[in-house]
């Protein structure tokens, strides 16, 4: 689900769930021409490949301005987003699709403590889309513990500065992820910390 109007958002609470199930059940009964005009699918040989930004575990807010991961004032980071996990298994990565096609942010779920650690995004673990001809775009996050806000981490793994984003995205990890989470956006705010 991509939402579009950043400033809409700013002025109001939109309660989203991670994990579009309507979209999903589009996907897996789609047509080839559905994989081209609803999920803007690419065609190569005889495989369509689905974008990232538009895959159903996918939530995507466009921010309507280009932002620097890293300036002299900190890292990037927003305020105004209250993330609520419904399914103590749901593992979630939280963060800013960079211009190197990465994630920068955050990981909620699970237990344990770490500084940094490098996941991989792609279909959720657990969910079987029985497709043979569809490839699905995935990437690496760079992400530290969700600690009530998303922010580009400080992360030996990789290094953020030069890299630019315009889009704040939620990545369902694992099929527990899929409806069970909420993201509640109220007075958003881009700022750094």
Do not use: H
């Given at each position: 689900?991509l939402?579009?109007?950043?400033?809409?958002?700013?002025?109001?609470?939109?309660?989203?769930?991670?994990?579009d199930?309507?979209?999903?059940?589009?996907?897996?009964?789609?047509?080839?021409?559905d994989?081209?005009?609803l999920?803007?699918?690419?065609?190569r040989?005889?495989?369509?490949?689905?974008?990232?930004l538009?895959?159903?575990?996918?939530?995507?807010?466009?921010?309507n301005?280009?932002?620097s991961?890293e300036?002299t004032n900190?890292r990037l980071?927003?305020?105004?987003?209250d993330?609520?996990?419904?399914?103590?298994?749901a593992?979630?990565v939280?963060?800013?699709?960079?211009?190197?096609?990465?994630?920068?942010?955050?990981?909620i779920g699970?237990g344990?403590?770490?500084?940094?650690?490098?996941?991989?995004?792609?279909?959720?673990?657990?969910l079987?889309v029985p497709?043979?001809?569809?490839?699905f775009e995935?990437?690496?996050?760079?992400v530290?513990r969700y600690e009530?806000?998303?922010?580009?981490?400080?992360?030996?793994?990789?290094n953020?500065?030069?890299?630019?984003?315009?889009?704040?995205?939620?990545a369902a990890?694992?099929?527990?992820?899929?409806?069970?989470?909420?993201?509640e956006?109220?007075?958003l705010?881009v700022?750094?910390?």
């Amino acid at each position: 689900m991509l939402i579009n109007d950043f400033n809409a958002i700013r002025q109001v609470t939109v309660s989203l769930r991670l994990g579009d199930l309507e979209l999903l059940g589009k996907l897996i009964n789609s047509t080839p021409i559905d994989l081209t005009r609803l999920f803007k699918a690419r065609k190569r040989d005889n495989t369509y490949i689905i974008p990232l930004l538009r895959e159903p575990w996918i939530l995507t807010i466009d921010l309507n301005d280009q932002y620097s991961l890293e300036s002299t004032n900190g890292r990037l980071g927003v305020e105004g987003v209250d993330i609520r996990v419904n399914n103590r298994q749901a593992r979630v990565v939280a963060g800013f699709l960079a211009s190197n096609g990465y994630v920068y942010g955050s990981y909620i779920g699970g237990g344990g403590a770490f500084k940094c650690m490098r996941i991989n995004i792609n279909i959720p673990t657990g969910l079987v889309v029985p497709l043979n001809n569809v490839v699905f775009e995935s990437t690496q996050a760079y992400v530290s513990r969700y600690e009530g806000r998303v922010v580009v981490p400080r992360c030996t793994l990789s290094n953020s500065a030069g890299l630019t984003t315009s889009k704040l995205i939620f990545a369902a990890l694992n099929v527990q992820a899929m409806g069970n989470v909420t993201v509640e956006i109220s007075t958003l705010k881009v700022l750094y910390l």
